[in-house]
Each structure stands twice: as structure tokens, then as C-alpha cells.
């Protein structure tokens, strides 16, 4: 079971991030973190009733996640020789001009506007009426505490490689050494 990972989970955590954004939760959500395991190595995508949560999402949609949720790395969206060209191809994103894309020319649909508080940030996103026993500090145990001070320089010599994004098809990826993790 412990086999490690390739680019391909990239490809999963980008399945899972639509899922969530278009959906409103995660595919395979569970309170107990065995359960939450076992759903993502065992369960299919569920797809909310789209009149009973009165959400609306395409056909491309549920193709596109399905394939970027395969669970076979081997053969999920993204895992052939063309990589993000067989992801940004989908027809789930079509209406796409994918060159406009890749130069950094397109406007966002959603604009967010600045100015709508005193701190300066759109908080339509946000519960604005939680008190302050809702927000606890988080605390870590001092464990992992301790693993994080001994590994924080593990990536100091990583950088991004090729992230030209004005290439067409042309994929940045990160990766230069090894981090060397201690446990």
C-alpha cells in the first residue's frame, strides 16, 4: 500500500479541488480519518441530486472529475505522455481560449471588490457573525512541532523549473533536488 507518489496525485488533487468548488464539499468526506481512507480507496464519486440541492453542473463536469478521480493512476486524466495537454483539452473546458490562458490575458468571470469593509477585502465569502470563542488557536503538538523546526530548510534548494507559462503546452514543474526530510 505505501508506494509513494508520482504526478499523478497532482492530477487527483486537482479532481478533488473542482469537485469541491463546483460542489460545495468533498467527494469522499468522512469525520473519521480510517473511514475517509477507505472511502477514497474504495468508493465511487458521488454526484448530489441536482434538483433536491438545486445545483446545476455539466456532463463534461462529471466527466472530467470521474476521470481526474480514476483510481488507477495509470490511466487517470493526465497520466500519458501529453500530460496537462490531455487536462486542458477536456471539453469541460472549451470554452476556454486556452492560448489568451497561457499569455495571462483572460479576466477572471468573478471579480471580487475590495472596498467592502474596513479591513479592505470582499467578505461576502465569510461568516461575519462568528464570536470570539469561534476562533481558537490552533495549536500543534510539540511533536510535530519539533519535525517542523528540524525540516524547515528541506526544500531551500527546490526551484521552479520551466515555468514560462507563455509556451503553449508547457508545463511548469518543481523540481530540482531532493528534500531531505527527517523523521
Do not use: C
Amino acid at each position: 500500500m505505501q508506494q509513494g507518489h508520482d504526478f499523478s496525485v497532482d492530477w487527483w488533487a486537482l479532481g478533488i479541488l473542482i469537485y469541491e468548488m463546483l460542489i460545495g464539499v468533498t467527494p469522499f468526506y468522512n469525520k473519521e480519518r480510517r473511514l475517509l481512507l477507505l472511502k477514497i480507496r474504495q468508493s465511487r464519486v458521488v454526484f448530489p441530486d441536482k434538483r433536491k440541492y438545486r445545483i446545476d453542473y455539466s456532463d463534461e463536469f462529471m466527466d472530467l472529475v470521474l476521470k481526474l478521480l480514476d483510481k488507477n493512476r495509470e490511466t487517470r486524466l493526465g497520466s500519458s505522455a501529453n500530460d496537462f495537454n490531455d487536462i486542458i483539452n477536456h471539453p469541460f473546458f472549451a470554452d476556454i481560449d486556452k492560448e489568451a490562458l497561457l499569455r495571462r490575458e483572460l479576466t477572471p468571470p468573478l471579480q471580487m471588490s475590495s472596498n467592502n469593509n474596513e479591513f479592505g477585502f470582499d467578505s461576502r465569502g465569510f461568516n461575519m457573525r462568528s464570536n470570539q470563542s469561534d476562533l481558537q488557536e490552533t495549536v500543534l503538538p510539540q511533536a510535530k512541532m519539533d519535525n517542523l523546526m528540524k525540516n524547515q530548510n528541506a526544500f531551500q534548494d527546490f526551484e521552479r523549473q520551466g515555468a514560462d507559462l507563455s509556451q503553449p503546452g508547457r508545463v511548469p514543474h518543481i523540481a530540482k533536488a531532493k528534500p531531505s526530510i527527517q523523521r
